[in-house]
């Protein structure tokens, strides 16, 4: 059973429509990352699972309920994106409070401080914690009595970058103990690595949903080869060249080669096995470069209805 | 269950470090015992006078001052939530819109009661130990029913301030509003009833004209109060059109408790109708 399916749905603030037809499933343990820009609809997908609205129509199914049922609930933890919690309140003080409503154990609440780090000062009004700290603040609360679904939205913002490495090796962590993320966010550089699958909204459709190597074949952005330190670059280019390879010479002995799907291992394989390059570097499109190619062609990769 | 009475823990907590409970109260304890030794002074006599007199000052006052301190309080309670982040947040646990509702209800409530009892009830007991052969059960019987009436004045204003600040988009605009709530119950109102008594010239029935004041909460409270003594006591203004309330007593008290679940249950409604 997936943990979360979106069939069809559709939503509309008035005649605004906000979600036009998006179908989305996540499995346990799976992390998701939503991407698009303001207002392509990400938050409010984002609603529609937590049961904070209802869908105009369609069905939105947590663990096979309604997110409106309580019993669901209780197994979600969210981080909302500007959250300044109780400025009145510590941090301690905060958590407790919100580890009693979700009924999670309060000896959760130290360990989870000392997870994200603000152990030191959790004794301290909230209004003196920065932005980064709060963030850290609204994390330990999304964790509160183990969710099975978490959605974070917008995690990294205001996070130097050791704490944005801590979040994700959070996530892992929580990934490996069967939870399933969905990551919501525009900031897309060294996401990678952390997700499972990207899904890219813009306008309220779904633009875009697989793995990361799914995208990049479905968009078609050359690997580049990089060959450093080549013993007669020159004629290295002309033979790749003749074989059909966009091969470029840069500098005297350092070759880049731009290859399209299979072509990859085909390259390496040459170059691996007869030539004499000192370093050999292959890069990826990365998330970003497929994020705009989305978005500059939004018609050319619609999902299938 | 359980959400209602974290979450009353925590507006209980926040009264007491916020200072809201101790403020109230002392500010009720100098008004009553100000009230009680300085009320006559006009009349030129310093000193305790009678006990139909206090109640009867101690009314007129807390029909201005509790609503206003009862929507000060509650104006924010929801719209606060939203603007801090904190109501998105809270409606992703579990607990329902109407349990956050009712545990605000019961915290703010409770701050309100305990610093009515505290400060009424204290100048209640001053006046009994320091008035010399002062008849105390005629005492506590109308201290009681004044505090007992202004805890449930307080109720239904702070219900009332719920149903704005469940409308309200923003913080200020809820103060706004709970300030006109506050100019129309308690001024504008009885302006209005006086003005419709002149222009209609002896024309409405005076049977039914009583009921009116029961449109306005306030205006029972006060009733309320002033019903429980003596002849002796002077009536004013359009407080001498409830003298002859039918059923006096416990229609007023049922009133004002209909008007404490009329305000709920509207808060409730513009609550669950609240974008969020």
Redesign the interface.
């Given at each position: 059973m997936k943990l979360v399916e979106l069939h069809s749905v559709r939503h509309c603030y008035g005649k605004l429509e906000a979600l036009h037809d998006l179908n989305l499933s996540l499995n346990e343990g799976e992390v998701l990352g939503l991407f698009g820009h303001n207002g392509a609809g990400k938050t409010t997908t984002m609603k529609l699972i937590l049961g904070l609205l209802r869908p105009t129509s369609g069905q939105v199914c947590v663990s096979g309920a309604s997110p409106e049922h309580v019993g669901v609930r209780q197994q979600l933890g969210y981080l909302p994106e500007n959250v300044s919690f109780y400025p009145q309140l510590t941090g301690l003080e905060t958590l407790r409070y919100f580890a009693r409503l979700k009924s999670a154990p309060s000896a959760q609440v130290e360990a989870l401080l000392r997870q994200v780090g603000l152990t030191e000062a959790c004794q301290r009004k909230v209004k003196t914690y920065s932005k980064g700290m709060r963030q850290r603040l609204g994390l330990a609360q999304a964790l509160l009595g183990k969710p099975r679904l978490l959605l974070l939205d917008e995690p990294t913002v205001g996070l130097d970058p050791i704490a944005t490495r801590e979040l994700y090796a959070i996530i892992q962590q929580l990934r490996e103990g069967g939870t399933a993320v969905i990551l919501c966010s525009h900031v897309l550089a060294g996401v990678e690595a952390f997700i499972d699958r990207a899904a890219i909204m813009a306008a309220g459709r779904l633009q875009a949903d697989g793995t990361l190597s799914e995208l990049r074949s479905q968009v078609g952005l050359p690997s580049l080869i990089r060959v450093n330190g080549l013993l007669q670059a020159r004629r290295w280019q002309a033979q790749l060249s003749g074989e059909g390879f966009n091969a470029r010479l840069v500098g005297e002995d350092n070759l880049e080669v731009a290859t399209h799907n299979g072509a990859k291992q085909q390259v390496l394989k040459i170059l691996l096995e007869q030539g004499d390059a000192e370093d050999i570097e292959v890069r990826q499109a990365n998330m970003e470069e497929i994020y705009s190619h989305f978005m500059t062609q939004p018609s050319a990769h619609r999902s299938a209805p | 269950m359980?959400?209602i009475l974290?979450?009353a823990l925590?507006e209980l907590q926040?009264g007491l470090?916020?200072r809201w409970l101790l403020a109230i109260s002392l500010l009720f304890v100098m008004l009553a015992a100000g009230i009680a030794w300085f009320g006559a002074a006009a009349a030129g006599q310093v000193g305790f006078s009678s006990i139909a007199s206090t109640i009867a000052s101690l009314a007129s006052l807390a029909t201005f001052i509790i609503p206003l301190i009862a929507l000060l309080l509650a104006y924010d309670a929801i719209v606060g939530e939203d603007e801090?982040?904190?109501l998105?947040?809270?409606?992703?646990?579990?607990?329902?819109k109407r349990q956050l509702l009712l545990g605000k209800f019961v915290g703010q409530g409770l701050i309100l009661a305990l610093a009515t009892l505290i400060g009424f009830g204290g100048a209640a007991l001053a006046i009994s130990l320091l008035v010399p052969d002062i008849d105390k059960l005629q005492l506590f019987v109308a201290f009681g029913r004044f505090i007992a009436s202004a805890i449930l004045l307080g109720w239904v204003f702070i219900a009332m301030a719920y149903v704005l600040s469940s409308r309200a988009r923003e913080k200020s605009s809820a103060a706004g509003m709970a300030l006109g709530i506050w100019f129309l119950f308690v001024l504008v109102f009885d302006l209005a009833l006086l003005a419709l008594l002149v222009l209609s010239k002896g024309q409405l029935n005076p049977d039914w004209l009583p009921w009116l004041l029961l449109l306005n909460p306030a205006d029972i409270f006060r009733q309320l109060n002033l019903n429980g003594l003596d002849a002796a006591a002077q009536l004013n203004g359009v407080m001498s059109l409830g003298q002859d309330l039918a059923g006096a007593s416990s229609t007023l008290w049922a009133a004002l408790l209909g008007w404490m679940v009329l305000c709920l249950v509207l808060a409730q409604r513009s609550f669950m109708r609240r974008?969020?």
């Open positions: - | 359980k959400p974290f979450i925590k926040d470090r916020n801090g982040g904190t998105l947040l809270l409606l992703t646990y579990p607990l329902g974008p969020i």
